[in-house]
């Protein structure tokens, strides 16, 4: 009674469909995986500036941001479409923005009678133009909030403080880069 017939399992109607579905799925991924592009390669275009978007990228120019949050996002957004590795291209779109921002005190020690801690409320409104046709290429209204804490010692306040502007400018340029690039990708 060992025969090989008996050591094989007839395999049941719900393990034939999920193996129906995984082979559906499977096919259903590579058709599709055609369909997709890196966003920042060379080889994505962009219609509103006829080059890619690494290139366009590289056509902003940035001018001075008002404040201590606006000099940091200036200078994370250099960094995150230009990288600063490559020679000056000439510049033929102009980012320009706005900020404004604002502390909520979120927890206050009443024996003391100072905040434990706050959030830093961060709003850049910015547009990006064509230089040559003031064509507004992309534009957009963020907010970002990042909380931190508030010591009794005055420094230790002061630099918290200073390190949530440093991550808000770092979240905000992170985020206008995105929203760009899908601007400059769907025209």
């Not at 017939?5 to 559906?24: E, H, M, N, Q, V």
């Not at 056509?59 to 600063?84: A, C, M, T, W, Y």
């Amino acid at each position: 009674m060992s025969s090989p017939d008996y050591a094989k399992p007839i395999p049941s109607a719900r393990t034939l469909s999920r193996r129906i579905a995984l082979a559906t799925a499977l096919l259903a991924a590579s058709f599709a995986g055609g369909c997709f592009q890196p966003l920042y390669s060379e080889a994505t275009l962009s219609p509103q500036t006829g080059g890619s978007v690494r290139s366009a990228f590289k056509s902003v120019e940035i001018p001075e941001i008002k404040g201590q949050i606006g000099h940091f996002l200036r200078n994370e957004l250099v960094f995150e479409l230009d990288g600063g590795g490559a020679p000056d291209a000439a510049k033929r779109l102009r980012f320009d923005a706005s900020i404004a921002e604002s502390i909520d005190v979120v927890t206050v020690d009443y024996l003391n009678a100072r905040a434990d801690s706050a959030v830093l409320v961060v709003t850049a409104t910015w547009s990006l133009r064509d230089k040559a046709s003031s064509k507004t290429v992309s534009s957009g209204v963020n907010t970002i909030r990042i909380p931190y804490e508030r010591s009794s010692q005055r420094f230790a306040t002061v630099r918290a403080a200073r390190d949530a502007q440093v991550r808000a400018a770092k979240s905000l340029a992170t985020i206008i880069r995105g929203q760009m690039a899908a601007d400059l990708v769907t025209g």
